[in-house]
């Protein structure tokens, strides 16, 4: 079992930056890759942004340039610096980490955190 706490979130203007957090707690060892989804009103939820235990990231093409995801392993948290901010940037964003199939039994399963607004006004 893993818990995921995200935080950060807010009201920014356009231009503006936030940077958001995600806890995580519990069986934390069995947590390979963790990334960033985000999910706008009457959208469907879309990745941000995804980090692998060593490091590689991959970015959706809406936000590279913009946001920088990163990962303290040590800390179990993982990070979102979004930059640049724009009003089609507004969603609910969450925080996911995969469990690895030797924990869980299971390819392919994800914990989620409860999620943060970001709201970016014009």
């Known amino acids: 079992q893993v818990q995921l706490v995200e935080s950060g979130g807010g009201l920014v203007q356009a231009g503006g930056s936030l940077r958001l957090s995600c806890a995580a707690s519990?069986?934390?060892?069995?947590?390979?890759?963790m990334g960033w989804y985000r999910q706008a009103p009457g959208k469907e939820r879309e990745l941000v942004a995804v980090?692998?235990?060593?490091?590689?990231?991959n970015y959706a093409d809406s936000v590279k340039g913009r946001f920088t995801i990163s990962r303290d392993n040590a800390k179990n948290t993982l990070y979102l610096q979004m930059n640049s901010l724009k009003p089609e940037d507004t969603a609910v964003y969450y925080c996911?980490?995969?469990?690895?199939?030797?924990?869980?039994?299971?390819?392919?399963?994800?914990?989620w955190g409860q999620g943060t607004q970001v709201t970016v006004s014009s």
């Open positions: 996911n980490a995969d469990y690895h199939e030797y924990c869980s039994g299971y390819p392919n399963y994800d914990y």
């Open positions: 519990g069986d934390t060892i069995c947590i390979s890759a």
């Open positions: 980090i692998t235990s060593g490091g590689s990231t």
